[in-house]
């Protein structure tokens, strides 16, 4: 590739990032210390507790991240296990397979705003599941899941949660879930939270969303690149030790155990990870929490003075509003669904970021009101 080609992708991809509100991913890191490291290929193939014959890894270091989130999680490395996936897709997939190793039977339970890459999963796994409703602002609709439950009471239950849908960060409730088990005396269940954006997130707001391990679940994955961020797209997936050793015993060796979905594994993704953890611990992403929640009520604040129909879900970092025309959707890169589009306001989206958008959505509510009084003069 000739050097002009190269900064020309660079460019282009530099003044997107630093332009784009509406995606869940974080853009104030920078891992420039760690380029000697695209110099070796490390490859933490297969189960992160066991040494395979490959020594390029960074296992030891991949399980210091996993023991963090276990923390964050309200559990520990006795009970949990976990590794870093390439991101939340992965995570979800995996935790999917457990439950189906679990109750090969079970139908899965989850709504219509669960992330697209669901659907995908449960058909390659092959397992029956069912879509519930949502409610408005994108929560499960309860009612529709009890209605569903109360006909298939024999079956076992896989509930897919979301812990922050992609369109509105709308947080399924646990606790109607256990009442709707409780109800109707499910004995067979597998409660999995999909919190690819929000997993890093909820452990630091007041008060704390119930959704961790404290609360009974199997299995979480989380995103690395969302709200912690990273140059290579990652996660974390984390499941109750029992769920994992029921596979790892059905699986080959191959010097370590097959107990992963891919053998072969990012090694560099965890270094990011454990950097990141190093530099800002529980307290700093309490702080980073905080600051975006700023930015994120300031945003919904500017919206609602146009005159919009603004909206957050509880303390949200995610900004509900109309979607504007397709040019201010394309410059800032705006994820729309139906009539409504989102900004994000994840850590390196500043207030002045906000500003400029706002300037911009104004002249165009401005010019259309012009438009539509020459129309009607
Ligand atoms: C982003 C996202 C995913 C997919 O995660 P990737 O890291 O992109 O694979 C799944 N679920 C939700 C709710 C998400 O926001």
């Known amino acids: ?28 890191f920078s891992y420039s210390d760690f380029a000697p490291f695209l110099d070796i290929c490390i490859n933490n193939v297969g189960d992160p507790e066991n040494k395979s014959t490959l020594a390029i890894d ?10 963090f989130f276990a923390e964050m999680l309200s559990t520990n490395m006795q009970d949990v296990w976990g590794y870093i996936t390439n991101g939340g897709t992965e995570g979800n997939l995996y935790a999917l397979y457990l439950a189906r190793e679990s109750f090969p039977n079970a139908m899965v339970y989850y709504s219509e705003s669960t992330h697209y890459s669901v659907k995908k999963n449960l058909h390659l796994l092959n ?31 896989v509930f897919f949660l979301n812990i922050g849908t992609t369109m509105t960060e709308a947080v399924d409730k646990i606790s109607e879930i256990k009442r709707i088990i409780k109800k109707y005396a499910i004995k067979d269940y597998f409660i999995h939270c999909d919190a690819a954006f929000l997993g890093t997130i909820a452990p630091y707001v007041t ?34 030790r029992k769920h994992r050793d029921r596979i790892a015993n059905s699986v080959s ?13 990012n090694g560099l993704t965890p270094l990011f990870i454990w950097d990141f953890i190093q530099k800002h611990g529980h307290e700093g992403l309490r702080l980073r929490v905080e600051a975006a929640q700023k930015v994120a009520a300031y945003t919904e604040n500017e919206l609602k003075k146009l005159g919009l ?22 410059k800032y890169q705006l994820a729309s669904e139906d009539d409504i589009a989102h900004i994000i306001c994840i850590p390196g989206i500043t207030t002045q970021d906000i500003d ?15 438009n539509a009084e020459a129309v009607f003069a």
Not at 217 to 231: E, L, R
Not at 356 to 370: G, H
Request: hydrophobic share 35%.
């Open 58 to 67: 960074t296992k030891d270091i991949e399980l210091k991240c996993i023991s």
């Open 356 to 370: 400029n958008f706002i300037l911009d959505l104004k002249a165009e509510i401005t010019s259309i009101t012009v």
């Open 207 to 240: 008060p704390k969303p119930q959704f961790d391990f404290a609360e009974g679940i199997d299995s979480i994955a989380i995103s690395g690149h969302k709200f912690i961020g990273s140059p290579i797209p990652c996660g974390t997936v984390l499941v109750k």
């Open 127 to 157: 397992i029956p599941n069912i879509v519930i409703r949502a409610q408005d602002n994108g929560e499960m609709d309860y009612d529709d899941l009890e209605q569903t439950i109360a006909l298939r009471r024999d079956k076992p239950a």
């Open 1 to 28: 590739m000739n050097s002009e080609e190269l900064k020309d992708i660079y460019r282009r991809n530099k003044y997107y990032s630093d332009t784009f509100l509406g995606y869940p991913v974080a853009k104030d």
């Open 253 to 265: 060796y191959v010097g370590t155990m097959d107990t992963t979905i891919t053998g072969s594994r």
């Open 309 to 330: 129909n603004a909206w957050r879900n509880n303390q949200a970092l995610t900004v509900v509003f109309p979607k504007p025309s397709k040019a201010l959707c394309t």
